[in-house]
C-alpha cells in the first residue's frame, strides 16, 4: 500500500486559511486518500475523502492532485478547535490501514 | 452516528497478566480493526478483522491475540502482559470498501507495571 508523509507539524492563525500538504507519490489507481484529525484526548475522528476530484463538506476541502500523487487538506477558516493532529491515508486494502504520525496544526489568535 | 464502545478508558495490569480490552459498535459493521498508538510512532495496526470469526493481523501482531465472536464486538488479547505493551489502544470499524471512513473509539489507555 502507499506510504504517504506530512509535516510534522504546522502552525495557523486564527480566521485564516490552512493548507495541509499529504503527498502519496506510490498511491494505486483504486486507493482513496482519507484525512482524519485527532483531537487531545480522543480517538481519531474522518474528516474527508476523495479518489480523483476535489471534495468538500462541512469540516474541509480535499483537493487531490492531478497525477494523484499528493493532496492537500483545506481548512477555510480555522478556530482553536481545529488544533489537532490530522492523518492522511492511503486506502488499499483494508489489512494495511497504517496511519503515520500526521501533522500537528497548532491555531493561535 | 456511529458509535465505537472501549469498555475501559485506563486499565492498570501487572507483567505476566492476561488482559482483554473490548470494543463494540453499533453500526452492523464487517469490519473492525485494532491500533495501538505511541508517541512518535503514529498509529499502528495490530489486527483487522473483516466479518464474524476472521482476523487478519496487521504491522504488529506480535504478543496479540483477538476474538470476533459477534459482529458487534472485537477484543484484543494481550496473553501475558509485559510493559512495552503499555500504550493507547484504539478500536475502529468500517463498512467494506476503499472509501469507507473509519469510525474510532476513544481509546484505552494501558498500562502494564
Known amino acids: 500500500d502507499a506510504k504517504t508523509t506530512q509535516p510534522n507539524s504546522m502552525e495557523s492563525n486564527e480566521e485564516e486559511p490552512v493548507h495541509l500538504p499529504c503527498n502519496h507519490s506510490?498511491?494505486?489507481?483504486?486507493?482513496?486518500i482519507h484525512w482524519y484529525r485527532q483531537l487531545p484526548s480522543q480517538g481519531p475522528e474522518y474528516v474527508i475523502h476523495?479518489?480523483?476530484s476535489n471534495v468538500n463538506n462541512r469540516m474541509a476541502s480535499l483537493a487531490i492532485a492531478e497525477d494523484r500523487k499528493s493532496s492537500t487538506l483545506i481548512l477555510h477558516r480555522a478556530t482553536l478547535r481545529d488544533a489537532a493532529v490530522y492523518y492522511c491515508i492511503s486506502t488499499g486494502t483494508a489489512s494495511k490501514l497504517t496511519f503515520g504520525t500526521g501533522t500537528r496544526l497548532q491555531v493561535t489568535l | 452516528d456511529v458509535k465505537v464502545t472501549q469498555s475501559s478508558r485506563y486499565l492498570v495490569k501487572r507483567t505476566g497478566e492476561k488482559v482483554f480490552l473490548e470494543c463494540v459498535q453499533d453500526?452492523?459493521?464487517?469490519?473492525m480493526f485494532w491500533y495501538r498508538q505511541d508517541p512518535g510512532l503514529g498509529l499502528r495496526l495490530i489486527y483487522f478483522?473483516?466479518?464474524?470469526?476472521?482476523?487478519e493481523k496487521g504491522d504488529i501482531p506480535e504478543g496479540y491475540s483477538v476474538s470476533r465472536e459477534k459482529k458487534e464486538r472485537f477484543s484484543l488479547i494481550l496473553e501475558s502482559a509485559s510493559t512495552n505493551q503499555t500504550s493507547m489502544y484504539l478500536c475502529?470499524?468500517?463498512?467494506?470498501?476503499?472509501?469507507?471512513?473509519?469510525?474510532f473509539g476513544n481509546g484505552t489507555r494501558l498500562t502494564v507495571t
Open positions: 453500526m452492523d459493521h464487517e469490519n
Open positions: 476523495g479518489l480523483t
Open positions: 478483522s473483516y466479518d464474524v470469526k476472521m482476523k
Open positions: 475502529a470499524s468500517s463498512l467494506p470498501g476503499r472509501d469507507s471512513p473509519l469510525h
Open positions: 506510490t498511491i494505486s489507481g483504486t486507493d482513496y
